[in-house]
Nanobody, 114 residues
Framework: QVQLVESGGGLVQPGGSLRLSCAAS????????MGWYRQAPGKERESVAR???????NYADSVKGRFTISRDNAKNTVDLRMNSLKPEDTAVYYC????????WGQGTLVTVSS
């Protein structure tokens, strides 16, 4: 069973950048699609970005052009580079497969505020 650990969150001002990282305890090479999700206070968890085994990517409209997802199958990591952050990006961010089949990790909190 793959275990997922997210890191890299923090407090950032609007317009700032953060890089999130997801480390998997097992191999992600065989996982076709990996994704980043987020859950804002009082809202349901939503998908924000996904990356396929051939490195093609797909983004939610709300983050398109600002977020970049990448994966390193050799290191079993999936990263999310977030630029031009907005207050509405404030949420706990998680990684998982798409669709999510592994236990959710603790997530990493991103707070965008001045």
């Amino acid at each position: 069973q793959v275990q997922l650990v997210e890191s890299g969150g923090g407090l950032v001002q609007p317009g700032g950048s953060l890089r999130l990282s997801c480390a998997a305890s097992g191999s992600i090479f065989s996982i076709g699609i990996m994704g980043w999700y987020r859950q804002a206070p009082g809202k349901e968890r939503e998908s924000v970005a996904r990356i396929y085994s051939d490195s093609n990517t797909n983004y939610a409209d709300s983050v398109k052009g600002r977020f970049t997802i990448s994966r390193d199958n050799a290191k079993n990591t999936v990263d999310l580079r977030m630029n031009s952050l907005k207050p509405e990006d404030t949420a706990v961010y998680y990684c998982n497969s798409v669709p999510p089949v592994y236990a959710w990790g603790q997530g990493t909190l991103v707070t965008v505020s001045s």
